[in-house]
C-alpha cells in the first residue's frame, strides 16, 4: 500500500466473540426457568460471533435463491436453488433445535431456550429464521388433526436438515412453510377464492393461487382454502408419499425488500392433493395456532435486530475518534446509545417473557395462556414497530461506514420492516388485540395482573397504569384510537418488567423516557439526570 493508504482510526473487525454474554438475555433465561441451557447458548453464542458465521451470512445473502421450474429434460420440478451458506445456516439452526424441537421435549423451558437461541442465532442472518419459525408453528396447528400430528411431528421436530424434493416419510427431518395470503385479499384470509373439493380418501384437491407461500422450498405446507363449509386449512406436501410431485407450481419468487437470503413464492395449485388440519370450515381458527407462534417469533426476531444493531454501533463507538475522542465518550453520541439500548434491553426482557408465558401455556398454565393470547399480539405490534427506527439510528452512529454492504448495517435496515408486515401488518395486530379483550376478559385481567407487579416502586408508572386501565375501558371509538391504545399497553408492560428486572439506573431511564414524557421523538433524546454509564456499562459487548 502507498504511504497514502495508511489505515488508521477504524474499528477492529467485530468477531470471535460470544454474542450469548447479555446480562439481559442470560438473567431472562434463568427467570423464565431455562438456565439449563445456558451451556448450549454460549456454545452457539460462539459460533454466531465468528468471522465465518458473518460470512456465511454475506454469502446466503448476495446470492439470492433462485427458482428452477423445469430439469434439462423439461419435466417439472419447481424448486429453489440455494448458495451452500444458507444450507449451513439452517443446518446449524436445525441441530440446535431452533425450528420445532421444542415440542418434542417435555422439559420446563424448552420454547424458552428455543427462543434465546432463535434471538443469538438470529443476529447473524435473519431471512433463514422463517422456516424455522414457521416449521415451529405448524406442530400446535397439526395436533388440531392427531393422525396427521402422529404421522409427521416427529420429523418436524427432529435435528436433522434434509433438504430436496422426496416423500415426506423418507427423510430425516422436515421442515414446513405457510401459504394464506391471496392477492385479492392479503391480511383478510375469508376473502380467499382458492378452493378444495373432497376426494374418496378424505382428502382434497386444491385449485388456486397464493400470493405468498413462506419458504416454499419446504417439505409440507399449512394451506387455508375455501370448501362446502367455508376456510378449512389442509396440510399439503411438495412430494406425495408414492414419490409423485404434487401439482404445486411455483410460479416466481418475490423480489423483496429484505429478507433476500430466504425464498417467498407465488404458487398455483393445480388439483393439488392435501388433507384436512381440524374441522372443515374451521380452518381460520385452526391457523390462529400457527400464527400466535409465528407472532413470538416476530418478537424475537426484532429484539434481536435491535441487539445486532446496538452491538454493531457499540463497537464502533469504543474504537472510532472523532474531534479529539472516542466516539462513545462524547456526550451527545451516549445519549444516543444509552437510548438505544433501553429499546433494544425493553425488547429482549419482554421477548423472553412471551416465550415463558407460552412454555408455561404449553405445560397447562391456564393464567399464562390467558396472558399470552393478549400480549404476544401486544409485544408483535411494538416491538416490530421500533426496530425499523432502531436499526436506522444504529447505522447512522457508523457513519458512512454503516451505508456500505460490507458493515452489514444495510442488511439489517433492510430486514427491519419484515416482523411488523408479516403475520398481520400494525392495524390487524391492534385490531386483533381489540378482539382478543372483547372475546377474552380473563386475558385482560392476566395482562393487568402482570404488569400491577411492579405498582409502588415509581409514581410515575402507576400513574401510566392507571390512565391505562381507564382508557381500556372506555370503549369509546377504540377502533380508531387501537394503535395509541396498544402502544401504551406495550410500554406499560415493558415497563413493568424493567422496573422488576433490570438495575435500578437502566429502569428509571427507561420509565422517564418512556412513561414521563422525558423525551422527544428520536433516539439520543434522553433527559439530563439519566444514569448513561450504568446504561453503556450493562450494554457493552464483551468482545
Given at each position: 500500500?502507498?504511504?497514502?493508504?495508511?489505515?488508521?482510526?477504524?474499528?477492529?473487525?467485530?468477531?470471535?466473540?460470544?454474542?450469548?454474554?447479555?446480562?439481559?438475555?442470560?438473567?431472562?433465561?434463568?427467570?423464565?426457568?431455562?438456565?439449563?441451557?445456558?451451556?448450549?447458548?454460549?456454545?452457539?453464542?460462539?459460533?454466531?460471533?465468528?468471522?465465518?458465521?458473518?460470512?456465511?451470512?454475506?454469502?446466503?445473502?448476495?446470492?439470492?435463491?433462485?427458482?428452477?421450474?423445469?430439469?434439462?429434460?423439461?419435466?417439472?420440478?419447481?424448486?429453489?436453488?440455494?448458495?451452500?451458506?444458507?444450507?449451513?445456516?439452517?443446518?446449524?439452526?436445525?441441530?440446535?433445535?431452533?425450528?420445532?424441537?421444542?415440542?418434542?421435549?417435555?422439559?420446563?423451558?424448552?420454547?424458552?431456550?428455543?427462543?434465546?437461541?432463535?434471538?443469538?442465532?438470529?443476529?447473524?442472518?435473519?431471512?433463514?429464521?422463517?422456516?424455522?419459525?414457521?416449521?415451529?408453528?405448524?406442530?400446535?396447528?397439526?395436533?388440531?388433526?392427531?393422525?396427521?400430528?402422529?404421522?409427521?411431528?416427529?420429523?418436524?421436530?427432529?435435528?436433522?436438515?434434509?433438504?430436496?424434493?422426496?416423500?415426506?416419510?423418507?427423510?430425516?427431518?422436515?421442515?414446513?412453510?405457510?401459504?394464506?395470503?391471496?392477492?385479492?385479499?392479503?391480511?383478510?384470509?375469508?376473502?380467499?377464492?382458492?378452493?378444495?373439493?373432497?376426494?374418496?380418501?378424505?382428502?382434497?384437491?386444491?385449485?388456486?393461487?397464493?400470493?405468498?407461500?413462506?419458504?416454499?422450498?419446504g417439505d409440507l405446507f399449512l394451506t387455508l382454502v375455501q370448501t362446502a363449509e367455508g376456510p378449512t386449512c389442509l396440510l399439503v406436501p411438495r412430494v406425495l408419499e408414492d414419490g409423485t410431485r404434487n401439482t404445486l407450481l411455483?410460479?416466481?419468487?418475490?423480489?423483496?425488500?429484505?429478507?433476500?437470503?430466504?425464498?417467498?413464492?407465488?404458487?398455483?395449485?393445480?388439483?393439488?392433493?392435501?388433507?384436512?388440519?381440524?374441522?372443515?370450515?374451521?380452518?381460520?381458527?385452526?391457523?390462529?395456532?400457527?400464527?400466535?407462534?409465528?407472532?413470538?417469533?416476530?418478537?424475537?426476531?426484532?429484539?434481536?435486530?435491535?441487539?445486532?444493531?446496538?452491538?454493531?454501533?457499540?463497537?464502533?463507538?469504543?474504537?472510532?475518534?472523532?474531534?479529539?475522542?472516542?466516539?462513545?465518550?462524547?456526550?451527545?453520541?451516549?445519549?444516543?446509545?444509552?437510548?438505544?439500548?433501553?429499546?433494544?434491553?425493553?425488547?429482549?426482557?419482554?421477548?423472553?417473557?412471551?416465550?415463558?408465558?407460552?412454555?408455561?401455556?404449553?405445560?397447562?398454565?391456564?393464567?399464562?395462556?390467558?396472558?399470552?393470547?393478549?400480549?404476544?399480539?401486544?409485544?408483535?405490534?411494538?416491538?416490530?414497530?421500533?426496530?425499523?427506527?432502531?436499526?436506522?439510528?444504529?447505522?447512522?452512529?457508523?457513519?458512512?461506514?454503516?451505508?456500505?454492504?460490507?458493515?452489514?448495517?444495510?442488511?439489517?435496515?433492510?430486514?427491519?420492516?419484515?416482523?411488523?408486515?408479516?403475520?398481520?401488518?400494525?392495524?390487524?395486530?391492534?385490531?386483533?388485540?381489540?378482539?382478543?379483550?372483547?372475546?377474552?376478559?380473563?386475558?385482560?385481567?392476566?395482562?393487568?395482573?402482570?404488569?400491577?407487579?411492579?405498582?409502588?416502586?415509581?409514581?410515575?408508572?402507576?400513574?401510566a397504569l392507571a390512565r391505562l386501565r381507564e382508557d381500556v375501558g372506555d370503549v369509546t371509538d377504540m377502533q380508531f384510537r387501537a394503535r395509541e391504545l396498544v402502544e401504551r399497553m406495550a410500554l406499560t408492560l415493558q415497563a413493568?418488567?424493567?422496573?422488576?428486572?433490570?438495575?435500578?439506573?437502566?429502569?428509571?431511564?427507561?420509565?422517564?423516557?418512556?412513561?414521563?414524557?422525558?423525551?422527544?421523538?428520536?433516539?439520543?433524546?434522553?433527559?439530563?439526570?439519566?444514569?448513561?454509564?450504568?446504561?453503556?456499562?450493562?450494554?457493552?459487548?464483551?468482545?
Open positions: 500500500m502507498p504511504p497514502t493508504h495508511e489505515v488508521f482510526n477504524q474499528p477492529a473487525p467485530l468477531e470471535d466473540y460470544d454474542v450469548a454474554t447479555e446480562d439481559a438475555l442470560l438473567d431472562g433465561l434463568h427467570r423464565e426457568g431455562a438456565g439449563w441451557a445456558a451451556d448450549e447458548l454460549h456454545e452457539l453464542g460462539r459460533l454466531a460471533g465468528t468471522a465465518r458465521a458473518g460470512l456465511w451470512a454475506e454469502q446466503a445473502n448476495v446470492n439470492h435463491p433462485a427458482l428452477r421450474t423445469h430439469d434439462r429434460y423439461g419435466h417439472r420440478v419447481d424448486e429453489v436453488d440455494f448458495h451452500p451458506a444458507w444450507h449451513v445456516l439452517t443446518d446449524t439452526a436445525v441441530r440446535y433445535g431452533l425450528h420445532a424441537a421444542p415440542w418434542a421435549e417435555d422439559t420446563p423451558g424448552s420454547h424458552v431456550a428455543r427462543a434465546a437461541k432463535f434471538y443469538v442465532w438470529s443476529q447473524v442472518e435473519g431471512g433463514h429464521g422463517c422456516p424455522m419459525s414457521m416449521t415451529y408453528a405448524a406442530v400446535p396447528a397439526l395436533r388440531h388433526s392427531p393422525e396427521l400430528a402422529a404421522r409427521y411431528e416427529p420429523l418436524l421436530s427432529a435435528r436433522s436438515y434434509d433438504f430436496g424434493l422426496r416423500p415426506p416419510r423418507s427423510k430425516e427431518g422436515l421442515l414446513a412453510g405457510m401459504s394464506m395470503t391471496e392477492k385479492q385479499g392479503g391480511s383478510d384470509v375469508r376473502s380467499n377464492t382458492t378452493s378444495a373439493v373432497p376426494t374418496s380418501d378424505g382428502g382434497y384437491l386444491i385449485t388456486g393461487h397464493k400470493w405468498f407461500t413462506s419458504a416454499p422450498m411455483i410460479q416466481r419468487l418475490k423480489d423483496k425488500l429484505g429478507n433476500r437470503s430466504n425464498a417467498s413464492a407465488e404458487v398455483e395449485y393445480d388439483e393439488a392433493m392435501g388433507w384436512p388440519v381440524g374441522s372443515p370450515g374451521r380452518g381460520v381458527r385452526t391457523i390462529i395456532d400457527m400464527v400466535n407462534s409465528t407472532r413470538l417469533d416476530c418478537v424475537v426476531g426484532s429484539a434481536a435486530g435491535m441487539r445486532a444493531g446496538l452491538v454493531r454501533a457499540m463497537h464502533h463507538a469504543t474504537q472510532r475518534r472523532a474531534f479529539g475522542d472516542l466516539l462513545v465518550n462524547q456526550p451527545l453520541m451516549r445519549n444516543v446509545l444509552a437510548d438505544l439500548s433501553l429499546e433494544a434491553e425493553a425488547a429482549t426482557v419482554l421477548m423472553l417473557r412471551l416465550a415463558g408465558a407460552a412454555d408455561r401455556a404449553v405445560h397447562g398454565d391456564e393464567h399464562e395462556d390467558a396472558f399470552r393470547r393478549i400480549a404476544v399480539a401486544v409485544g408483535k405490534y411494538w416491538v416490530t414497530k421500533r426496530l425499523p427506527a432502531h436499526a436506522g439510528e444504529a447505522l447512522e452512529c457508523l457513519g458512512g461506514n454503516g451505508y456500505v454492504e460490507e458493515s452489514g448495517m444495510p442488511r439489517l435496515f433492510r430486514e427491519s420492516p419484515l416482523n411488523s408486515i408479516w403475520e398481520g401488518s400494525g392495524n390487524v395486530v391492534a385490531l386483533d388485540v381489540l378482539r382478543a379483550m372483547a372475546k377474552q376478559p380473563s386475558g385482560v385481567s392476566a395482562f393487568f395482573a402482570e404488569a400491577e407487579r411492579a405498582c409502588g416502586a415509581d409514581r410515575r408508572f402507576d400513574d413493568s418488567l424493567m422496573i422488576r428486572h433490570a438495575p435500578a439506573p437502566v429502569a428509571d431511564a427507561f420509565v422517564a423516557s418512556r412513561l414521563g414524557g422525558e423525551r422527544g421523538a428520536s433516539f439520543g433524546t434522553l433527559a439530563r439526570g439519566a444514569d448513561v454509564a450504568a446504561i453503556l456499562e450493562r450494554n457493552q459487548p464483551r468482545v
